[in-house]
C-alpha cells in the first residue's frame, strides 16, 4: 500500500488562509460599521448644534438674513455732538434701530429696546444704537416723547428706570436729519426697522416693523451672532432660504 507523502500542514494552509480572509473581512465590516455610526453620530451633534444656534433667528424671522453683505460705513453725531463712526464697534455685534418720533410702531417699541439694551449694558461685545432722521430742529420733541415714552411703559424696568432718572438714555441716540445715512445708506424707507450687525461687519439680520426685543429669542439671537459659525441660514422676506432653510425646519434633517 503507497504512503500518502503529502505534507498536512500543507494541505490545511489553504484552508486557514481563507479562513484568516473571511475573519480580516469580518473585521473590517465591523470598523466599517463602527466608523459609519460615529460619523452618523457626529453629523448629528453637529446638526443639532447648529439647530440651537438658529433656534431664535429661525423665531424671530427677520425679513432679511446672510453671511456675505457688509454694512455700509457711516458717522454720525449723537445727541451729545460726539461723532459716531460704524468702524468705532469692530469684533462687537451692533444693534441698530431705525426711528422717527412721528411712527407711532416705532415709539411702542422703544420700551422694549431699552429693557435688552439694559439688560445687556455690562457686557463690552455688544452695542445698541439708534438712528432718528427727524428733523434737525425737531430734536428736542423727539427727545422729550422718547423720554417720554420710555418713563411711560407700563412694564418699566426698574434699571431703565435708574437710567432714566440719572438723566441718560439705555442706549445712544444717533441723528440723520438728511437721511443720508438712513435712506442713502441702507435704502430704509419705512420705520421701524433693525439691523444686526457682527463683529466683521456683515449684516446678519434685519427686521422690519416691531419685534419683541425683550423676550428670550432676541437675546439668544444677538448671543449666536456673537459666536462662530453663527447661524447659517438666510433669509428672505421673512422666510427661510439657502442649503441650510432646514435647520428651521422642527422636523427637518
Known amino acids: 500500500m503507497a504512503r500518502n507523502t503529502e505534507d498536512p500542514i500543507a494541505l490545511h494552509a489553504p484552508v486557514r488562509g481563507a479562513r ?10 465591523f470598523i466599517g460599521i463602527a466608523a459609519f455610526a460615529v460619523y452618523g453620530f457626529v453629523q448629528a451633534a453637529k446638526s443639532d448644534q447648529l439647530r440651537s444656534l438658529c433656534s431664535a433667528t429661525c423665531a424671530m424671522q427677520p425679513t432679511y438674513a446672510g453671511r456675505n453683505r457688509l454694512a455700509p460705513q457711516f458717522e454720525l453725531s449723537d445727541t451729545d455732538g460726539k461723532l459716531v463712526r460704524l468702524s468705532d464697534f469692530k469684533g462687537k455685534t451692533v ?35 439708534t438712528i432718528n432722521n427727524d428733523d434737525a430742529d425737531e430734536e428736542q420733541n423727539l427727545m422729550d416723547r422718547l423720554k417720554t415714552a420710555l418713563a411711560m411703559d407700563p412694564n418699566l424696568d ?41 463683529g466683521a461687519g456683515y449684516v446678519r439680520a434685519r427686521f422690519d416693523g416691531v419685534r419683541e426685543w425683550d423676550g428670550g429669542s432676541a437675546r439668544q439671537m444677538i448671543d449666536s451672532v456673537g459666536r462662530g459659525p453663527g447661524c447659517l441660514v438666510d433669509f428672505t422676506q421673512g422666510k427661510a432660504a439657502g442649503p441650510y432653510s432646514r435647520l428651521c425646519d422642527p422636523h427637518g434633517g
Do not use: H
Request: proline share 7%.
Open 20 to 29: 484568516k480572509q473571511r475573519n480580516l473581512a469580518v473585521q473590517l465590516g
Open 95 to 129: 444693534v441698530m434701530n431705525y426711528w422717527s418720533y412721528t411712527c407711532e410702531p416705532c415709539i411702542k417699541e422703544m420700551p422694549a429696546l431699552a429693557r435688552l439694551a439694559v439688560a445687556l449694558e455690562g457686557r463690552d461685545d455688544v452695542v445698541f444704537l
Open 158 to 198: 426698574p434699571k431703565v428706570n435708574k437710567v432714566l432718572k440719572e438723566g441718560r438714555l439705555p442706549f445712544r441716540v444717533l441723528r440723520d436729519p438728511t437721511s443720508a445715512v438712513t435712506k442713502g445708506l441702507y435704502g430704509t424707507t419705512m420705520v421701524p426697522e433693525t439691523w444686526v450687525i457682527d
